[in-house]
């Protein structure tokens, strides 16, 4: 098993910037995958940026060239590096994490990976 914890949310007004963390702890000796999710009120969870055990990485077309996912293996903790944040960034955000690898970036679904976080809140204001 795999336990997952997100840190990092907070507000901040448009073009600001935050960075959230992930720490997983478990059966990390195994190869997993990680990523962050996102749900705003009112909307489906969608997937933002996903990181391979072998460090390649996906995005959302909506954060390109505005977020970056990483990890450092050795704390086993994964990180997202927000910039030039948006009113439409505002949203609760999610680690996920599995051994089955890689996490599709397009299913949002609860059921589609095995370890979530709780959820740290991400509020952009105008």
């Known amino acids: 098993q795999l336990h997952v914890m997100e840190s990092g949310g907070g507000s901040v007004q448009a073009g600001g910037s935050l960075r959230l963390s992930c720490a997983a702890s478990?059966?990390?000796?195994?190869?997993?995958?990680m990523a962050w999710f996102r749900q705003a009120p009112g909307k489906e969870r969608e997937g933002v940026a996903t990181?391979?055990?072998?460090?390649?990485?996906t995005y959302a077309d909506a954060v390109k060239g505005r977020f970056t996912i990483s990890k450092d293996n050795a704390k086993d903790t994964q990180y997202l590096q927000m910039n030039s944040l948006k009113p439409g960034d505002s949203a609760m955000y999610y680690c996920a994490a599995d051994f089955a690898c890689p996490i599709d970036i397009d299913d949002g679904s609860e059921s589609s990976i095995n370890y979530w976080g709780q959820g740290t809140q991400v509020t952009v204001s105008s």
């Open positions: 990181i391979d055990w072998d460090g390649a990485t």
């Open positions: 478990g059966y990390t000796a195994l190869p997993y995958c």
